[in-house]
């Protein structure tokens, strides 16, 4: 039994939600966040950095009191206004390739030690523990934890009924994406809602793993304090259809000293192994793997099928790579941390890919079949973690759009 609470939002006037709000920080290159801190005033980057200048010269409590203190600012110059009751949220985001819709609301820090919200992604202890720092002095988070739910047909079709009403913010970004968002404040209609969700008996996290164990660890450290606050953490919630699942690519710098012929001699004992030339080749099913090795595409397909294995992981295309590629042949042990590999999303081109490695600093790209949902939820049913970077999700929320305050 899911727990759904409303919340009192912190969110930019209507007539800035445009100005205001902007993509992850990291997100990013750092000539964009110039230009964009340069351009705004009103950018929610300025909040979330407001000493961006000297930031590598001064500590972390005073960058997080900085936060603080600048977000106090837009709020008492009118960038936002809190809402005087608790309210859920239906928020739609639309690019040119899908249209994403979910609820916006308080999630329970119980329901996810309980195991009611599911995991599937390890986590580094440094990140939880700063990104908890930074909670407990900025006292605020616009990041909300996107977890998945099972498709409802009730909430689908309210979803739908809800569309036709007046919204609370319609605007563009620069992104090409259109965001739209409906403030859901009447009690029956949120009753409704929370009673819509006690009958769904699991929620998994799809992408939010540090955020909500941060939100843990400080509900462990401040919990004494009384605050009802700290009991839950925002979460975009949405139906597992809407869900979007890219592959992370991976590029080596190197093959650990083997020969192009050696190296794929090698693979042949594992994969097919089928040149394809210049054509732009990526996987079109599991256990398929795309490689790009001396301006060549190839594609490889893997001889030894773990469908009836009772191990999850062993039917992960990127721990089937990792197993029989990238440990055994190219030497790669740790995926987070070896400076030999690195990540590209599938959702940019292919052609990205091939331009990178082309420039000389990587020698051959891995091209993998996306994750899906099932696949994720099976994990987290037997307890057990994807390998690093498995997974690139889809939608991503917009910073400074909705803010939960501790």
Not at 121 to 137: A, N
Request: with cysteine.
């Amino acid at each position: 039994m899911a727990q759904l609470i409303p919340f009192k939002a912190v969110r930019p006037t209507p007539d800035k939600v445009g100005l205001v709000t902007c993509r992850t920080y990291d997100d990013y290159s750092p000539a964009e966040l110039a230009a964009w801190l340069d351009f705004n005033p009103f950018s929610f980057l300025h909040v979330l950095n407001p000493a961006y200048v000297n930031a590598q010269k001064i500590g972390l409590e005073k960058r997080f009191k900085n936060v603080a203190h600048k977000y106090h600012d837009f709020k008492a110059e009118g960038v936002f206004v809190q809402d005087v009751t608790p309210c859920i949220y239906l928020y739609e985001i639309k690019n040119k390739l899908q249209t994403f819709t979910g609820f916006v609301a308080g999630t329970s820090i119980a329901d996810y030690q309980n195991n009611i919200i599911k995991k599937h992604e390890d986590t580094f202890q440094y990140r939880v523990e700063l990104f908890k720092d930074y909670l407990h002095q900025t006292r605020f988070n616009t990041e909300p934890v996107l977890i998945m739910y099972p498709d409802q047909v009730e909430l689908n079709h309210w979803m739908q009924q809800k569309k036709t009403t007046k919204s609370l913010y319609e605007f563009s970004t620069t992104n090409k994406e259109k965001h739209t968002l409906w403030k859901i404040e009447q009690a029956d209609e949120i009753l409704w809602l929370q009673k819509q969700f006690e009958q769904i008996p699991e929620l998994y996290i799809a992408d939010g793993h540090h955020r909500s164990a941060s939100a843990e660890m400080l509900y462990e450290q401040d919990r004494a304090q009384g605050d009802e606050r700290l009991d839950f953490f925002m979460s975009f919630l949405i139906a597992e259809s809407d869900i979007k699942i890219y592959e992370f690519n991976r590029m080596v710098r190197d093959l650990n000293g083997w020969s192009a012929e050696a190296f794929l001699e090698k693979l042949n004992e594992n994969f097919i192994v089928k040149e394809k030339g210049h054509e732009v080749w990526k996987p079109e099913s599991k256990y398929e793997f795309g490689m790009y090795l001396n301006g060549t595409f190839y594609a490889l397909f893997y001889r030894q099928s773990t469908e009836n294995s009772s191990e999850i992981l062993d039917n992960l295309d990127a721990q089937i790579l990792y197993d029989q590629v990238l440990k055994p042949l190219l030497g790669i042990y740790d995926l987070r941390n070896d400076e030999r590999i690195d990540y590209i999303p599938g959702k940019q081109s292919i052609n990205t890919l091939k331009e990178i490695i082309d420039e000389g600093e990587f020698e051959v790209g891995f091209m993998l079949y996306p994750t899906a949902v099932s696949e994720i939820k099976a994990l987290a049913d037997q307890g057990l973690i994807m390998p690093p970077k498995s997974t690139y999700i889809e939608p991503k929320f917009r910073s400074g759009l909705l803010i939960y305050e501790l």
